[in-house]
Structures are given as C-alpha cells and as structure tokens.
C-alpha cells in the first residue's frame, strides 16, 4: 500500500511513497514550512482498495447483513 501527503495551505500533494516515508515527508515539510505546527487541510492519502473492491470486506459486511436479517425475523417471530 502506498501513501501520499497533501499539505491544503500549500496546496501541493507530493507523490507516492511507503507511510514511513510519507510521515519524514510531513515531519519536514511541517518544520521547513510551517514552522513545525500543523498546517490546515493536510491530509494522508492511501491507495487502498475501497471496500467495494475487496471482495473479504464484501463477505463480512453480507455476514453482518445476513445476521442482522436474521435477528430481525427473530423479532417477529418472538414478537420482542
Ligand atoms: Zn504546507
């Protein structure tokens, strides 16, 4: 998986590295630039799959799902 920073008071996004790597990156950019505080609108961006996309995620959520429905039936059955 790789990260990158985004600074939103500079407006710049640097490109993709490990999150080791990314956190120096914000580490510096913060005492070079910002005077070592936090800057607004900085954010870390990964390039993981979304949860659409990761077919174990969509099995446990249909899991979650499917025992959510069941204890619904259960209500009505037990009328609870
Ligand atoms: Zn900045």
Redesign the pocket.
């Known amino acids: 998986m790789a990260w990158r920073y985004r ?1 939103g ?2 407006n ?1 996004t640097w490109g993709w590295m490990s999150k080791t790597n990314a956190s120096d990156l914000r580490d510096r ?2 005492d070079q ?2 005077g070592g505080g936090t ?1 607004d609108g ?1 954010e870390f961006i990964s390039n993981a799959a979304s949860a659409t996309d990761d077919p174990q995620t969509l099995i446990v959520f249909g899991a979650l799902l499917g025992l959510g429905a069941l204890a619904w039936i259960w209500q009505q059955i037990t009328g609870t």
Request: aromatic residues 0%.
């Open positions: 600074c008071t500079c710049t950019h913060r630039r910002h800057p900085e």
